[in-house]
């Protein structure tokens, strides 16, 4: 076991004096792991490790915990109406539930005071140091990490702690991806990224364009459709709108039954296929594009009001944006309109700017990292990221499960080198597995995973690491 500290923070009394690669003085702090981030990720990763012995000291830009769900910092890619899209029993961590009084899909406010309710009840906050952000991560001695770090703004001096591990749990859902497109430039009216989008007030009265068909762009396109005098909405492909309950029960919890049940693929597809046809049935009716792929080939899109909207005349489906000009918009068929607002919910890229691409098997430059259960890099046994997920149900567990399995791999280089070995073995061949049935391979889908495969994925993981 690595010496327990009793608290995350710098003591002066352990602190050792080290120079960096180029000289600078560093701060050593022996056996503490570094995390970044204290949104979902990041506070999970901190009770474990703590749980686990580790000391742990936490850099968070924000000023407080929750990351996305923190609607208070400008980075949040929340909105006003955003509630939960996998349900409570599978969006809550496995050790801390949340109030059965909740409904099944949450409201964003209620996600945030859960995960302060969790950062409290684990006493998490004194291991992270607020308003500090981690600028630069470099490997030295092999398998330790100098983690620079400044105020977030770049106010004072840049300070270099050397720690033992490094957790990454920085989040890939607030550095906006906006596709090229011809003319924008030109274009007179407003532009917005979803990332911005936070009150229906933004889209009163006017005539409004929402690109994109990920669950996000469905949300700003129904309330367009009840706040915007007009809603065109874009898509580049057809998609399947699942309702948020099938059966009386939200959607992700019969999809768990059947997985767990381990129904085959198909027969999952043909019964989802039938459920839709019995309910909402042939989209081409409502002048919505047919999906060009099978159901679960893509991000599941759980949206009970789109098609409504649609069947109403509040929400006009249109194709791909073929290019801007100055008065408005030429669509892929060639139709003209005027939007006064176009909003890109085109989604967001992940961005790891403390690290060299590299380091995360990123050898292309495509910003796609390249890892073993999207969490470890070949050759970097003291590294994790956590929390670069996209299920078909809630992040949270998994990320739980994956920090766990750090933890426990810190461990074992201490205790039992071989096993620690053996891991190291299963990330270089395993890296870039996927965990998902097969999904088109647009940067949307790069985190997809079947929650049960990938738990499955992490439970045999656990288990090789303890196998006596
Ligand atoms: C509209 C929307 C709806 C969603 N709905 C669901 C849902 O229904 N279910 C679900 O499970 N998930 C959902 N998600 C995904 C959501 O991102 C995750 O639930 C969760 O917030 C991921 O937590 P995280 O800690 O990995 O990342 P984040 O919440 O993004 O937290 C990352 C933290 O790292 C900090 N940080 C980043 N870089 C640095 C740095 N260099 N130095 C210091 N700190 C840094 C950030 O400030 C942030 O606090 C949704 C996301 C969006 C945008």
Not at 32 to 50: E, P, Q, R, Y
Request: hydrophobic share 35%; proline share 7%; glycine share 10%.
């Amino acid at each position: 076991m690595p010496p327990s500290t009793e608290h995350g923070r710098p003591d002066p009394e352990t602190v050792t004096l080290a120079l960096s690669r180029d000289g600078r003085p560093v701060s050593d702090r022996g056996d503490t792991v570094c995390v970044i981030g204290a949104g979902a990720s990041g506070l999970t990763a901190i009770k474990n490790l703590v749980e686990h012995g580790f000391g742990v000291d936490c850099y968070e830009r924000e000023t407080g915990v929750g990351g996305a769900w923190n609607w208070r910092h400008d980075r949040s890619p929340v909105y006003a109406s955003a509630h939960l899209i996998s349900s409570r029993p599978f969006t809550q961590f496995p050790d801390f539930p949340m109030p059965d009084s909740w409904p099944d899909y949450p409201h964003h406010s209620q996600l945030l005071s859960y995960l302060e309710r969790y950062a409290d009840h684990f006493d998490l906050r004194r291991h992270i140091w607020f308003g500090t952000e981690v600028v630069r991560v470099e490997p030295v001695d092999g398998d330790r990490w100098d983690v620079t770090t400044r105020s977030t703004g770049g106010y004072g001096p840049e300070r270099t702690l050397r720690y033992a591990a490094v957790v990454v749990a920085n989040g890939h859902n607030w550095s906006p991806k906006l596709p090229h497109y011809d003319g924008l430039e030109e274009f007179r009216g407003e532009v917005m990224h979803a990332s911005s989008y936070k009150d229906p007030a933004q889209l009163r009265g006017k005539r409004v364009l929402v690109v994109g068909a990920g669950n996000t762009g469905c949300d700003i396109a129904v309330e367009a459709a009840q706040q915007a005098s007009c809603c065109w909405h874009s898509t580049r492909r057809g998609y399947w709108y699942a309702p948020k309950y099938v059966l009386g029960r939200p959607a992700d919890q019969v999809n768990d039954l059947l997985l767990t049940l381990r129904v085959p693929l198909r027969l999952r597809q043909w019964l989802y296929h039938r459920m839709l046809r019995l309910t909402v049935g042939d989209l081409t009716r409502f002048g919505l594009p047919r999906p060009d792929h099978r159901i679960y080939e893509t991000h599941p899109i759980a949206n009970s009001q789109l098609v409504y909207h649609v069947g109403h005349g509040q929400i006009t489906p249109v194709p791909d944006v073929a290019r801007f000009h100055g008065g408005g918009v030429t669509l892929a068929d060639g139709r003209e309109i005027e939007p006064e607002l176009v909003v890109f919910a085109t989604g967001y890229l992940p961005r790891f700017e403390f690290l060299d691409p590299k380091t995360l098997g990123d050898d292309d430059g495509s910003g796609r990292p390249r890892l073993w259960l999207h969490a470890f890099a070949p050759e970097q046994p003291t590294l994790a990221v956590a929390g670069l997920l996209q299920p078909d149900s809630g992040v949270f567990p998994l990320t739980h499960w994956q920090t766990v399995l750090f933890a426990r791999l810190l461990q074992a280089r201490l205790a039992r080198p071989e096993r620690a070995a053996v891991f190291a073995a299963r990330v270089v061949a395993g890296a870039g597995e996927r965990y998902s049935g097969k999904v088109t391979d647009s940067s949307r889908h790069w985190f997809e995973v079947g929650h049960v495969t990938y738990l499955r994925a992490v439970q045999r993981a656990l288990d090789e690491l303890e196998a006596r």
